[in-house]
């Protein structure tokens, strides 16, 4: 809990402090934050409802099979391919279970009305601001059968691509839940790439969900929701950009960080031929009619589900 609490606070002041330095912007900045630290609900959630994959795992049968079918190697493609397979499952798993706290009445009311308190207030504060049930659903039923799967299906788990599973995840889902736009550079830091994939899921996708409750149930991408007739990728209370909008905006970075190296670094190395160089193409990245080929990959990317 106070490694959720930390991360929490640290990518909130992170994504504030962009915002004041215009480099990143809320998707509606005419409706206000209203949380700004830690939610008592949350450490009540992870309190009340860490315990469903512990009473699992730790049974005596459980554990003894768990620790002699770990296989912990650090093979980065394995993990990599592993993290993938695991956010696809978990979104479809989500999706289901998500549909059904909407669809069924009562759970939405006595349930699921817990996380949708934030609405176009939302940010990173209100990722795990939910009912403990939901929790034990959505979230820590899927992970407890990740390692009943390593263990009775598959017959080993790597404890290295599990862990980077649930730290991938969790870096996703505050992304989810920030409210901000998204520049390319930050949705390939915050996904670990995933953001290439056709049909992703950005900020905007699941904060129409939180402004129209009925639309994108899925998480991570648009696929489920496609499928199901539940997809929404424009709201009246986010300003859509044009390319020429899009493309300045994935672009301040560049000019923030030219700006930064030409201010602090000396003027010895300023003007040393590798600094120069870099400090000339981003000046030259800050120009829009100069940077067609970073427009072709950032629409590639903002198509689909943007």
């Given at each position: 809990m106070m490694v959720s609490a930390t991360v929490e606070t640290l990518t909130h002041r992170t994504l504030k402090w962009l915002e004041q330095r215009g480099v990143i912007e809320r998707l509606s900045p005419q409706i206000p934050e209203t949380q700004h630290s830690f939610q008592a609900q949350?450490?009540?959630?992870?309190?009340?409802?860490?315990?469903?994959?512990?009473?699992?795992?730790?049974?005596?049968?459980?554990?003894?099979?768990?620790?002699?079918?770990?296989?912990?190697?650090f093979d980065v493609l394995e993990i990599a391919?592993?993290?993938?397979?695991?956010?696809?499952?978990?979104?479809?798993?989500?999706f289901l279970i998500h549909s059904q706290l909407h669809r069924i009445k009562w759970l939405y009311r006595w349930v699921h009305i817990t996380h949708h308190r934030n609405m176009g207030d939302l940010n990173v504060f209100g990722t795990a601001d939910m009912d403990p049930f939901e929790a034990v659903a959505m979230v820590f039923s899927f992970y407890a059968a990740t390692l009943l799967w390593?263990?009775?299906v598959v017959g080993s788990w790597n404890p290295w691509a599990y862990t980077a599973l649930i730290l991938l995840e969790a870096n996703?889902?505050?992304?989810?839940?920030?409210?901000?736009?998204q520049p390319l550079w930050l949705a390939m830091i915050q996904s670990w790439g995933i953001c290439l994939t056709p049909g992703v899921a950005h900020a905007k996708t699941h904060y129409i969900h939180h402004l129209d409750p009925r639309m994108n149930r899925a998480l991570y991408f648009s696929w489920w929701d496609r499928l199901a007739g539940s997809w929404r990728d424009k709201h009246p209370a986010i300003r859509e950009f044009t390319p020429a909008e899009q493309l300045e905006y994935e672009l301040r970075a560049f000019r923030m960080l030219a700006g930064v190296m030409a201010?602090?670094?000396?003027?010895?190395?300023?003007?040393?031929?590798?600094?120069?160089?870099?400090?000339?193409?981003?000046?030259?990245?800050?120009?829009?009619?100069?940077?067609?080929?970073?427009?072709a990959s950032v629409a590639s990317c903002h198509a689909a589900p943007a």
């Open positions: 949350t450490a009540l959630t992870f309190l009340t409802s860490s315990w469903f994959v512990l009473l699992i795992v730790m049974h005596p049968a459980v554990l003894s099979r768990l620790l002699a079918l770990a296989k912990p190697r391919y592993s993290c993938y397979v695991g956010v696809v499952a978990h979104d479809l798993w989500f390593g263990a009775y996703m889902n505050m992304m989810g839940h920030c409210g901000y736009r201010k602090w670094l000396p003027p010895k190395y300023t003007s040393s031929t590798p600094v120069a160089a870099l400090l000339k193409a981003a000046k030259r990245l800050a120009q829009p009619a100069q940077s067609l080929l970073l427009l």
